[in-house]
């Protein structure tokens, strides 16, 4: 009887010799395969030794190694009082035993090193193609979230030094004042950029048959974002012609670096339309996004604002400080803002409109 | 028939921490809270000065210092923004602190790191406690110089803090890729100390609204 009990139960010794073992938290899981099972995860768990690749920890993950006889294995672990809050799982890398609504499903996204999101950002600066090539065996998504996160982050920055040096030069006695509007502003620009350009280049791909995977989408639209973070830092120069070139250079090599590789797809396209289409949205959203550096955040010519006057004034040029005593701070320009996102979309559903029309017309 | 009896109370050995039991019911208000607030305070004086044994006292993780700590630095900077938008800057700066603390161990925990949420999350908002501090002093001098000057430093501090305990994480090759957001989230609360305005700057603004 108790040799079937041994049998059933595949404990370790448990070392109880040091103060430190003896305090850990003895925590009896069962093996990776049943511990799948009861997890409730989607796929089934596929094959049994997927567990533990990543690193040990403090909890002794089991693997298929184990001397299991029988069906009920159970094997002890342990795992130390401050884990004991938080069950930790191995993270792997396999899709298959990782329901999407996990934290350890999208560390898969995450597995880069620090060199190659180096070399991905070299890439996508210095476009020299290929770049959807080498990120497609392993598309992450740390880039394409932190550097658009940076770009915000250096737009909001970069335009507050701007707009003081403005303020500095144009002699004023009032101060420079910051307008948090202006980060939220640029969150939703930068954002609702990689997102909708992300999301369409995918839509357009998979309407016109050249499926394009959107993680490669969205690390190619997210790594191109790198090239504005310079930008940003170079338009602190007070010099309006120095900062058309910057956002003009920035939307070219944006665009090239967009338009060289998203190409290749429509090479085998049924319909020459698809091509159109997909290199009017790049170069379309690429505009409204240089258009919005340009004009919204680094637009600074002295206002005169009449005493009283609490609306936003449309900026016009002065010279010298003249009777007005007040620097308004630097409002975002929120009828420009609107304008600008109603023109865009108005003229990007035109083309759709256009061009699928077309497509049907030549289909049929 | 034998009879068994025995005190169920142990009053011989009380047990560290908050696992006193029936006694810490009966004690009065003041110790209570008292004894929470010695807790931050220990690590806040962790947070200053780092010790070798700091990340065991770190390890007891509670939310209440970076609430406190959150807390301060959104009424102070709140204090002396623009008067159309105090709300909106201690939102923002709520949120920041938050959300960031929260997108950055999020971070490091999908780049392979084998780190407890709450405790870094603790970590971080504990780390914030120099900037708040620059944040009080920055109250009382107008000088871009001197402020940034301040702001850098503590900026340091709180980088420099939060690495030590997060150390041992074991990231192996991606330890810039973690370490780079944590410096981004200290920079933007920084550049936000460092862009408010001090109480000399308060009346200037005042005059130039009635002008």
């Known amino acids: 009887m108790s040799k079937q009990y041994e049998q059933l139960l595949d404990m370790d010794e448990p070392h109880l010799d040091t103060a430190q073992s003896q305090l850990e938290f003895q925590n009896f899981v069962l093996n990776s395969a049943e511990a799948n099972l009861v997890a409730g995860q989607v796929g089934g768990g596929g094959g049994g030794g997927n567990g533990s690749s990543s690193g040990s920890g403090r909890a002794s993950a089991t693997t298929a190694g184990t001397s299991s006889m029988g069906a009920n294995n159970i094997t002890q672990t342990k795992v130390s009082a401050s884990e004991f809050m938080q069950p930790q799982q191995p993270m792997t890398n396999n899709t298959s035993t990782n329901a999407f609504w996990t934290l350890q499903f999208y560390a898969q996204f995450f597995d880069v090193d620090s060199t190659d999101v180096a070399q991905r950002i070299i890439a996508a600066v210095i476009p020299r193609g290929g770049f959807m090539d080498s990120i497609a065996s392993n598309p992450d998504l740390y880039g394409p979230f932190w550097i658009p996160t940076t770009v915000i982050f250096a737009l909001f920055v970069t335009s507050f030094i701007a707009g003081s040096i403005n303020a500095y030069f144009s002699n004023t006695s009032a101060d420079y004042v ?36 959107i993680l490669e989408v969205v690390g190619l639209v997210g790594y191109g974002m790198s090239i504005w973070v310079p930008v940003s830092l170079l338009c602190i120069l007070p010099s309006d012609i120095l900062r058309t070139v910057l956002v003009l250079v920035a939307f070219v090599l944006t665009s090239f670096l967009f338009v060289q590789n998203i190409s290749p797809f429509y090479n085998n396209a049924s319909n020459p339309a698809g091509r159109t289409v997909a290199l009017s949205v790049i170069l379309i959203a690429n505009a409204a996004l240089a258009l919005a550096f340009r004009f919204g955040f680094f637009a600074f010519v002295h206002k005169v604002n009449a005493p009283g006057d609490n609306k936003p004034v449309k900026p016009t040029p002065t010279v010298g400080g003249s009777n007005s005593s007040s620097f308004a701070a630097h409002e975002v320009p929120k009828d420009l803002a609107t304008a600008i996102a109603t023109s865009v979309f108005n003229e990007f559903a035109n083309q759709i409109m256009d061009s699928v029309e077309e497509a049907i017309t030549t289909s049929v | 028939m034998q009879s068994f009896s025995g005190n169920i109370n142990n009053a011989a050995a009380p047990l560290v921490g908050s696992g006193q039991g029936v006694d810490t019911l009966d004690e009065p208000v003041m110790d209570t809270i008292m004894r929470d607030l010695r807790s931050i305070w220990e690590k806040l004086r962790m947070v200053l000065i780092p010790r070798k044994d700091s990340k065991n006292v770190l390890r007891d993780w509670d939310l209440w210092g970076p609430l406190l700590l959150c807390l301060l630095l959104s009424l102070r900077l709140s204090l002396t923004a623009p008067e159309s938008q105090v709300a909106t800057v201690f939102t923002s700066i709520f949120v920041i602190i938050w959300g960031g603390a929260a997108i950055v161990t999020v971070n490091t925990k999908l780049l392979g790191g084998k780190l407890s949420i709450f405790q870094t999350i603790c970590v971080l908002g504990y780390c914030i406690f120099p900037l708040v501090l620059a944040s009080a002093v920055c109250l009382a001098i107008s000088s871009i110089i001197v402020r940034g000057l301040i702001v850098a430093a503590a900026f340091g501090w709180s980088v420099v803090a939060s690495m030590g305990f997060l150390n041992d994480v074991n990231l192996g090759n991606r ?8 410096c981004l989230f200290y920079f933007i609360i920084g550049w936000m100390v460092l862009i408010s305005r001090s109480v000399w700057e308060l009346g200037s603004h005042t005059n130039q609204k009635n002008a």
Not at chain 1, 193 to 204: D, E, H, K, N, P
Not at chain 2, 175 to 182: E, G, I
Request: include cysteine.
């Open chain 2, 175 to 182: 330890k810039a890729l973690a370490v780079y957001p944590m």
């Open chain 1, 178 to 213: 910051y307008d948090m509007a202006l980060l939220s502003f640029a969150s939703t620009a930068v954002y609702s950029y990689v997102g909708g350009t992300s999301a369409a280049l995918w839509g357009i791909g998979r309407y016109f048959g050249c499926p394009v995977k």
